[in-house]
């Protein structure tokens, strides 16, 4: 019993450090901006980027595995943070989680929204999305 349970410790260890490790690297994945969603609309309008908003919560694991996984991949990091301005909103503790919610019908978590400078919903997504999904929706957009 004692060495079942000294192996799972080892094993979550290990979890946390290769998470901590991919997630600090250099470069590091999608660039997320920390402004209000009013903010990244007026960005969006100078720019003519559309906006990309993973809606999460904190107890998600289907959220927590994407961000240490298709967040983190290095040509998924590329192409949005040069084609889009990308929000991460906790839907439950951040100022404008609820509105986003009530506004795009949010039912389940993830959802990656992409909305253009008037708040225009271009594109929603439901659930754990692969690299090379983020990469196909990405690529579909002008």
Not at 28 to 42: E, N, P, Q, S, W
Request: aromatic fraction near 10%; hydrophobic fraction near 40%; glycine fraction near 8%.
């Amino acid at each position: 019993m004692k060495k079942i349970i000294g192996i799972s410790i080892v094993a979550c260890l290990l979890m946390a450090f290769a998470y901590n490790y991919k997630s600090s690297k250099p470069g590091g994945g999608i660039k997320f901006t920390h402004v209000t969603l009013k903010k990244a609309k007026d960005e969006a309008k100078k720019s003519g980027k559309i906006i990309f908003i993973d809606c999460y919560t904190s107890w998600c694991g289907p959220c927590k595995q994407m961000a240490a996984t298709s967040f983190q991949d290095e040509k998924v990091a590329a192409v949005y943070n040069e084609k889009f301005i990308n929000l991460k909103v906790d839907i439950e503790k951040d100022a404008d989680g609820p509105e986003l919610a009530r506004m795009y019908k949010i039912s389940g978590y993830p959802t990656l929204l992409y909305i253009n400078a008037e708040g225009k919903l271009v594109k929603s997504m439901l659930g754990l999305q692969t690299a090379d999904k983020l990469i196909s929706v990405a690529s579909s957009m002008n």
